[in-house]
Nanobody, 120 residues
């Protein structure tokens, strides 16, 4: 069974940095597009960044030039480097990926989420 496990969240002051990781495990054949979403209290979940298997990236306007998404295909892991953090970046961050695995074909999977809190 495929699982996505995030790590790296926490409390940081405004202007600081955090690096999130998301490791996929299970009988995985291939991982296609990987994504990071976030959900702030009382708000809808929003797409933060995406990275294709070939490394092409896209970002929400609100995080461009501050966040960097990357991946290590050999480790089935994606990362989100977050710099110049702002209080409005406070949210639960979720990783998401399209994964082809044994017996399941290609499905979309979510991690459990990791809390990021930015104090002013």
């Amino acid at each position: 069974q495929v699982q996505l496990v995030e790590s790296g969240g926490g409390l940081v002051q405004a202007g600081g940095s955090l690096r999130l990781s998301c490791a996929a495990s299970g009988s995985i054949f291939s991982i296609y597009t990987m994504r990071w979403y976030r959900q702030a209290p009382g708000k809808q979940r929003e797409l933060v960044a995406t990275i294709a298997r070939d490394g092409i990236t896209n970002y929400a306007d609100s995080v461009k030039a501050r966040f960097t998404i990357s991946r290590d295909n050999a480790k089935n892991t994606e990362y989100l480097q977050m710099n110049s953090l702002k209080p409005e970046d406070t949210a639960v961050y979720y990783c998401n990926a399209d994964i082809n695995s044994l017996g399941m074909g290609t499905k979309n999977y979510w991690g459990q989420g990791t809390q990021v809190t930015v104090s002013s």
